[in-house]
């Protein structure tokens, strides 16, 4: 009987400590813009300035945790994980671990990611030359961090095939709207 509750003890002592750190980190996901995907978190509510983090990630299927180079006991509460998760046709986590000076940890881990499902489109670049009678605007294609077989970078064009872009232009204090599809 004094076993069993010694070990009852012991389980809720660790349940607790492990309470304790789940504050140290907080919201670990990928923020994918254009196919340039980085890694954010947050700092939990009690922690101090003093903690220090490490990136690591891996392939969906893959057993081994990978350190990302240049994440590894940093400060700042992001990391650019673009070239490793590259392939936008895989699955990919990344976990996060904190430690404080006083020995403290947590690891948080994001969801399965995808920059083909999760990445946000942002709108082109646009230039406007005004004419006499008209106006020329070129959309210029945009670029993304992902690199076809020969090495040159792909546009949003180039990896999806449907994509177009509505251009609109308001004429000043009047209600007539224009657009074309590109």
Same mark, same amino acid.
């Given at each position: 009987?004094?076993?069993?509750?010694?070990? @009852?003890?012991?389980?809720?002592?660790?349940?607790?400590?492990?309470?304790?750190?789940?504050?140290?980190?907080?919201?670990?996901?990928?923020?994918?813009?254009?196919?340039?995907?980085?890694?954010?978190?947050?700092?939990?509510?009690?922690?101090?300035?003093?903690?220090?983090?490490?990136?690591?990630?891996?392939?969906?299927?893959? &057993?081994?945790? @990978?350190?990302?180079?240049?994440?590894?006991?940093?400060?700042?509460?992001?990391?650019?994980?673009?070239?490793?998760? %590259?392939?936008?046709?895989?699955?990919?986590?990344?976990?996060?671990?904190?430690?404080?000076?006083? %020995? &403290?940890?947590?690891?948080?881990?994001?969801?399965?990611?995808?920059?083909?499902?999760?990445?946000?489109?942002?709108?082109?670049?646009?230039?406007?030359?005004?004419?006499? &009678?008209?106006?020329?605007?070129?959309?210029?294609?945009?670029?993304?961090?992902?690199?076809? %077989?020969? %090495?040159?970078?792909?546009?949003?064009?180039?990896?999806?095939?449907? @994509?177009?872009? &509505?251009?609109?232009?308001?004429?000043?204090?009047?209600?007539?709207?224009?657009?074309?599809?590109?």
């Amino acid at each position: 009987m004094r076993t069993l509750l010694t070990i @009852l003890a012991a389980g809720s002592l660790a349940a607790h400590i492990a309470e304790d750190t789940s504050d140290l980190l907080q919201h670990v996901k990928f923020q994918s813009s254009n196919f340039e995907n980085i890694l954010t978190w947050d700092s939990g509510l009690d922690s101090a300035p003093d903690i220090v983090y490490s990136v690591e990630y891996k392939k969906y299927g893959e &057993r081994e945790w @990978l350190a990302k180079e240049g994440c590894q006991r940093i400060t700042r509460k992001s990391c650019n994980l673009t070239m490793e998760t %590259g392939n936008f046709m895989e699955f990919y986590y990344a976990r996060v671990t904190a430690l404080s000076a006083g %020995g &403290r940890s947590a690891t948080k881990m994001t969801d399965r990611f995808s920059s083909l499902q999760h990445t946000t489109i942002k709108p082109p670049d646009v230039t406007c030359i005004p004419k006499v &009678r008209s106006i020329q605007m070129i959309v210029h294609p945009t670029s993304t961090p992902i690199r076809a %077989g020969d %090495g040159h970078r792909l546009s949003l064009e180039d990896v999806f095939s449907d @994509l177009f872009y &509505r251009l609109e232009l308001q004429v000043n204090h009047t209600y007539q709207m224009y657009y074309s599809l590109y």
